[in-house]
């Protein structure tokens, strides 16, 4: 079964420095990529994902972006934390279409000072 | 577009008494249904999901969920909680196009008590 890797575990930035946070995945080949971020009382916001390498799709307008250089990669990235990025990262992965379930890295504390 | 509605934010509840967890969505594509299961200081798991074929789908420890396409509701129920239930459960829709977009909702907390 796959196995996602996401570091680093905790992480404290300054305000307008950059952020890359990078997500591997073992035991399967061209998973489906996902970055979410989790707050409390609003569940899981998806911020981008993708189905392969170089193709990204972005759900929510702001300061992050995503790349996809190889196949099992993800990285989250930004060029200037804002305060309001601080939040718990997830990525997940998903084999489709006949494998539907989602599996998740342990999570990326960010937090912005 | 797709959207994921959890309308209870918190379900507090007796050990051994019966719940009901909400979830509603919209999508204009068909879409495969998940109920997510996050325990206190773990990672999130599957704990049941709908593809096809019988409406009503059963998890491993006795919650189990109906889709209900008229109402676009995937609720998800228990006939008798234990306390090790106490988790957040976050409901989710992955379209079935060859984007393999998952959203979730803003999840539920179900608190059990003795």
């Known amino acids: 079964s796959q196995t996602i890797h996401q570091w680093p575990a905790t992480l404290v930035q300054p305000v307008g420095s950059p952020l890359s946070l990078e997500c591997t995945v073992e035991?399967?080949?061209?998973?489906?990529l996902y970055w979410y971020r989790q707050a409390a009382g609003r569940g899981l916001q998806l911020l981008f994902y993708s189905v392969g390498i170089g193709q990204i799709s972005s759900e929510v307008p702001q300061n992050l972006s995503a790349s996809r250089p190889q196949d099992r990669q993800f990285i989250l990235s930004s060029k200037k934390l804002l305060l309001s990025d601080s939040g718990f990262y997830l990525c997940a992965c998903s084999r489709g279409p006949t494998n539907t379930e989602a599996f998740f890295g342990q999570g990326t504390r960010l937090t912005v000072v | 577009a797709q959207s994921v509605t959890q309308l209870d934010s918190q379900v507090p509840v007796f050990e051994e008494a019966p719940v009901e967890l909400r979830c509603n969505y919209s999508?204009?594509?068909?879409?495969?249904l998940f109920w997510y299961v996050q325990y206190p200081n773990q990672g999130l798991q599957l704990l049941l999901k709908?593809?096809?074929?019988?409406?009503l789908v059963e998890s491993i420890n006795g919650f189990e969920a109906e889709f209900n396409k008229s109402q676009t509701s995937f609720h998800l129920r228990k006939p008798s909680v234990h306390i090790s239930d106490t988790a957040e459960y976050f409901c989710a829709v992955r379209s079935m196009d060859s984007s393999y977009k998952l959203i979730f909702g803003s999840g539920t907390r179900l608190l059990v008590r003795p």
């Open positions: 035991g399967t080949s061209n998973p489906n």
């Open positions: 709908y593809l096809s074929g019988s409406t």
């Open positions: 999508s204009s594509v068909s879409v495969y």
